[in-house]
Structure formats: structure tokens, C-alpha cells
């Protein structure tokens, strides 16, 4: 696993251009190598922010979003289009903007869909999704997953990442996506990767932007934090882990630990 970078960005709206850029950067490269790119996107008020701004990015010519991957680390268990749900912020942000390939638009079921309310058939399906797109890829070392080029990740001021909250989770599940229940931050029911999931992406990007996050940024970059207690803290990806703050998210960065300021 990565050792985490740290990036300090002065104002959430930097950090969102900035992260914007640069997603656009790993997503062309991602296509000039394999051919095709897959991200994960999350909500939250820096994700989605975050994709606002590639929607107005400079450079999103050179993403061929035809050629593009798209799934979602956690969703709110809710009908089709609720405001609350990540899939509806990330759609008005930046997906119904771009030439998007709707079959490679993986978004995670709703109450209103197949399973109805039913959160396990649910995650089980977004399973079988993942599944069959690494088995499409031809490259499943049986973990039931495709590659992840880069995901993205919020953090609670709880520390959680996606919607694996705090003592709430197995770090060892060996599925690749959960139903959440009695979720401490609302709507109570959830689907989410599980860590072991998130921990296959070859960059994990964690973004937070404001002091209420400080904390939790703190824990999370932490060696000493148990990741039961403070998920931020077990997030890393295969080849590279970040850490993209805004300066007040920053504010509480663990002895030793140094960010580095964008230029
Ligand atoms: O509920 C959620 O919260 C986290 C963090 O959101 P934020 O607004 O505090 O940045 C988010 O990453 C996750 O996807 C979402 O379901």
C-alpha cells in the first residue's frame, strides 16, 4: 500500500479546480495506456464541487468520455433522482453535461429499482456489476473488481470515507460492496464499497475542504490511528494515496507529517 502525499490547497474552490485538473490528467493518461479509464466518484460537498469544476475544466477536451468508466464509492439508499442522492448531485454536476456512454454509467441501485428496499439484493447486484466488469476486463484476479485508475474519496468530520462509519464496519469483509444500516449521518440505509474494495484502486484520492474536517484528516494521515475508528485512516490506494486539502482541513496535521502547498 501508498504512503500518503499531502497537498494543500488555499480555498475549497482552488482545491476543486486543482483536483478537477488534475482527474483530467490521470483520466487521458489511463486512455492513451489501456484504451479506457474508470474512476469512482463520491458525494459530499468537495466531490461533487469537485466535479463541477472539471465540467468547467479547461483542459476536459482531452478526456474521450465515451471511453470512460464511472462508479460510485457509496450512495444514499433512496428513489431515483432525490436530491440527497450522490448519483443526482454528480448528474447536475458534471454527467448529463458530457458525452458520457450510458452503459459505463454505474450508478448504485435505487429504492425504486429491481431490488425495491431491499439495501442487500441491492449491494449484491452493484457486486455482480463489478464482477462482470472484470471479467469484461479480463484482468480479474478473482477479486471481483475492475481497475480503478483513480477514486475519490470525501471524509466525514466523523473520519468516515464512503459510508463506512466509525466502529460501523468489517475492515476484513471480503465482499466488495455492503448495505449499511442505522447510518449515524442520514439517510440511515447505505450502500457502500467495503475497504478492502477501495483499497484495490490504483490512487485513492481523499478530499476535504473546511475545519470542520480537520480532525479527521489528522486521524487519517495518522500511523498511529486504529482504521475501525477513523476509516480515513485504512483508505490508501495500490499505487498512490492522496491527500488534497483546502488550507482549514489542513489545520490539524499530525507531528511529522508535512503538506506540501500547491503552487
Ligand atoms: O454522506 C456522505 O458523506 C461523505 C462526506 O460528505 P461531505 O459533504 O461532508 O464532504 C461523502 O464522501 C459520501 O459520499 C456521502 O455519502
Do not use: C
Not at 473546511?210 to 482504521?227: C, F, I, M, R, T
Not at 499530525?254 to 503552487?263: E, L
Request: aromatic share 4%; no cysteine; proline share 8%.
Amino acid at each position: 500500500m501508498s504512503t500518503p502525499v499531502v497537498v494543500v490547497h488555499a480555498d475549497q474552490q482552488s482545491l476543486a479546480e486543482a483536483v478537477a485538473a488534475k482527474l483530467v490528467t490521470r483520466i487521458a493518461e489511463a486512455q492513451a495506456q489501456r484504451g479506457s479509464a474508470s474512476i469512482v466518484v463520491t458525494g459530499g460537498g468537495v466531490g461533487t464541487a469537485v466535479l463541477a469544476a472539471l465540467n468547467g475544466a479547461r483542459n476536459r477536451g482531452s478526456v474521450d468520455w465515451r471511453r470512460l468508466d464511472v462508479w460510485w464509492g457509496d450512495e444514499r439508499f433512496l428513489p431515483a433522482g432525490d436530491p440527497e442522492r450522490n448519483e443526482t448531485g454528480a448528474r447536475q454536476a458534471l454527467l448529463d453535461h458530457v458525452d458520457l456512454d450510458p452503459s459505463r454509467v454505474h450508478a448504485m441501485p435505487a429504492t425504486d429499482g429491481p431490488d425495491g428496499d431491499d439495501a442487500e439484493a441491492a449491494a449484491g447486484r452493484y457486486a455482480a456489476e463489478l464482477a462482470a466488469a472484470a471479467r469484461a476486463e479480463g484482468a480479474d484476479g478473482g477479486a471481483g473488481l475492475p481497475t480503478f485508475d483513480v477514486l475519490m474519496l470525501g471524509v466525514g468530520p466523523d473520519a468516515h470515507v464512503a459510508s463506512l462509519f466509525p466502529k460501523m464496519f468489517d475492515p476484513s469483509e471480503e465482499r466488495t460492496v455492503v448495505p449499511v444500516h442505522d447510518s449515524p449521518k442520514p439517510p440511515p440505509t447505505r450502500i457502500s464499497l467495503t475497504m478492502s474494495a477501495i483499497r484495490t484502486a490504483r490512487e485513492v484520492w481523499i478530499l476535504a475542504a473546511g475545519e470542520s474536517k480537520a480532525q479527521a484528516v489528522g486521524l487519517g494521515l495518522s500511523p498511529a490511528a486504529d482504521p475501525l475508528e477513523a476509516p480515513v485512516a485504512g483508505a490508501r490506494g495500490a499505487e498512490q494515496t492522496l491527500f488534497l486539502l483546502d488550507a482549514a482541513a489542513a489545520g490539524g496535521l499530525p507531528p511529522g507529517v508535512a503538506g506540501s502547498d500547491a503552487p
